[in-house]
Nanobody, 121 residues
Framework: QVQLVESGGGLVQPGGSLRLSCAASGSIFSMYAMGWHRQAPGKQRELVARITSGGSTNYADSVKGRFTISRDNAKNTVDLQMNSLKPEDTAVYYC???????????????WGQGTQVTVSS
């Protein structure tokens, strides 16, 4: 079994900052790409940022220059530093990880339960 546990969401004023963290636990043999997605009410879930095991990153155009993704391979964690937040960043943010388990040759995708980020004055 694998668990992805997110933390760090909340309410923040426009222009403010938040840092989201996600920790993966379980019988993880190898961790591949990790990332953050978000889903606003009435909209589809979308990629926010992604980071490979080698540290290569890509971002949604809407967050470039404001958000920074990072990871700690030794701890199986991924963080998202969000600066200059805007009301349109309001959404539930989900952690995602591609990984393989001990004893398995397959790479599977796992999701966290989501954490609410609300940007409002």
């Amino acid at each position: 079994q694998v668990q992805l546990v997110e933390s760090g969401g909340g309410l923040v004023q426009p222009g403010g900052s938040l840092r989201l963290s996600c920790a993966a636990s379980g019988s993880i043999f190898s961790m591949y790409a990790m990332g953050w997605h978000r889903q606003a009410p009435g909209k589809q879930r979308e990629l926010v940022a992604r980071i490979t095991s080698g540290g290569s990153t890509n971002y949604a155009d809407s967050v470039k220059g404001r958000f920074t993704i990072s990871r700690d391979n030794a701890k199986n964690t991924v963080d998202l530093q969000m600066n200059s937040l805007k009301p349109e960043d309001t959404a539930v943010y989900y952690c995602k990880a591609d990984l393989s388990l001990y004893g398995s040759r397959y790479i599977n995708t796992y999701w966290g339960q989501g954490t609410q980020v609300t940007v409002s004055s």
